[in-house]
C-alpha cells in the first residue's frame, strides 16, 4: 500500500517536472495552493487549472453540457504546450475523469498521471455496479440518493436532468474536510461553486484508448474520507491496477489540505520515476 522510500539525495537530484492539477467538483484551481507552492519552492513548475466553470472561469456551470465542454480549459492547456514537453497530471475526486478524458486526447503531453482520490476508470470499460453507483451519486446522476448531499439548479427546467449542483453547507464539512484545518474549511466555504451537471455523466462513458496504458499512473487512497470509501478506492485499483500505490492514512477527501506535506512528499516520490 505505501510506496518504496526514496532517499532525499535522489529527490534533490531530480530534474524539474511541470506537475499539473485538476480539480474535482465544486472546488477550482485554487485547492491546490499548498502543494503547489511546496512543489515551486523544491525547483519544480506547477499549473492549477480551473475547469469550465470553476474557480475564476466565468462561465456560468449551468450552461456547461458535457464533459468535453468542461474541460475544455484543460484540454486547452495541453493542446498549446510545446512539442516536446510533457507534464504530470494530478486529479482530484470527479476530476480523475477529466483527467483521463484529456489523457486520451493528448497521450503524448502526459509523462504520468495521479489520482488522489479520484476517478480512475480504464477508458472503454463496464464499470461495476457498487462503483457506478456511487461515482453517479457523488456526481448527482442519481438524483433520489444524491439529493441528501447535493442542492441542485435545475436551469432546463424541473422536468429535465439538473444542469448545476453544490454541496449542501451542511454535508460540507463532514464529507469534504472533516480532517483538514478549520481555516481552510473556513476558506473553502467562500469560494466553492455549483458544479455542471450534466458534464459529469461522461465520466462513466469514455471511449476505449489504448495509448493511455502507455502512461504510468498512480493512485493515492485517502484513509479517512468520509465521500469516496476505502473499499470502492481499492476496488478501482484492483479494477485498472497502476504502477505505484500510496497510502494517505489520516487524509479526509481533501488530502490537498489535510495533509499536504505528505501529498507533496508523495507525488515527488512518484514522480522520481520518471528521471530513474
Not at 465542454?69 to 484543460?74: A, E, G, N, T, V
Not at 473499499?231 to 489520516?250: E, I, K, R, S
Amino acid at each position: 500500500m505505501v510506496a518504496n522510500d526514496v532517499s532525499e539525495e535522489r529527490l534533490k537530484k531530480m530534474s524539474e517536472q511541470h506537475f499539473v492539477f485538476v480539480h474535482g467538483a465544486c472546488h477550482g484551481g485554487w485547492c491546490w495552493y499548498k502543494v503547489a507552492n511546496s512543489l515551486r519552492e523544491s525547483g519544480h513548475k506547477a499549473t492549477c487549472i480551473d475547469l469550465k466553470g470553476a474557480g475564476i472561469n466565468q462561465t456560468d456551470p449551468n450552461t456547461v453540457s458535457s464533459l468535453d465542454d468542461y474541460d475544455q480549459p484543460l484540454n486547452d492547456f495541453l493542446s498549446q504546450l510545446p512539442v516536446d514537453e510533457k507534464v504530470i497530471l494530478v486529479s482530484h475526486s470527479v476530476g480523475g475523469g477529466s483527467m483521463t478524458a484529456s489523457m486520451c486526447l493528448f497521450p503524448s503531453k502526459v509523462s504520468m498521471a495521479v489520482y488522489v482520490a479520484a476517478a480512475m476508470v480504464k477508458p472503454g470499460t463496464e464499470v461495476p455496479p457498487e462503483l457506478k453507483e456511487v461515482l453517479k451519486v457523488c456526481s448527482g446522476l442519481i438524483e433520489e440518493q444524491a439529493e441528501k448531499l447535493w442542492d441542485f439548479t435545475f436551469g432546463n427546467g424541473t422536468q429535465n436532468f439538473p444542469t448545476s449542483m453544490i454541496m449542501k453547507p451542511e454535508c460540507v464539512r463532514d464529507k469534504f474536510y472533516n480532517e483538514s484545518p478549520m481555516e481552510d474549511y473556513t476558506l473553502a466555504t467562500t469560494l466553492l461553486r455549483p458544479a455542471p451537471a450534466m458534464a459529469f455523466a461522461g465520466i462513466i462513458s469514455i471511449p476505449e484508448a489504448p495509448e493511455t496504458d502507455k502512461i504510468p499512473r498512480v493512485y493515492m487512497k485517502t484513509g479517512k474520507d468520509h465521500l469516496f470509501k476505502s473499499f470502492l478506492q481499492d476496488l478501482m485499483v484492483g479494477l485498472w491496477p497502476p504502477a505505484q500505490h500510496f497510502l494517505l492514512p489520516d487524509s479526509d477527501h481533501s488530502a490537498f489540505f489535510s495533509q499536504p506535506q505528505l501529498l507533496h512528499q508523495y507525488l515527488l516520490e512518484a514522480a522520481s520515476s520518471l528521471s530513474s
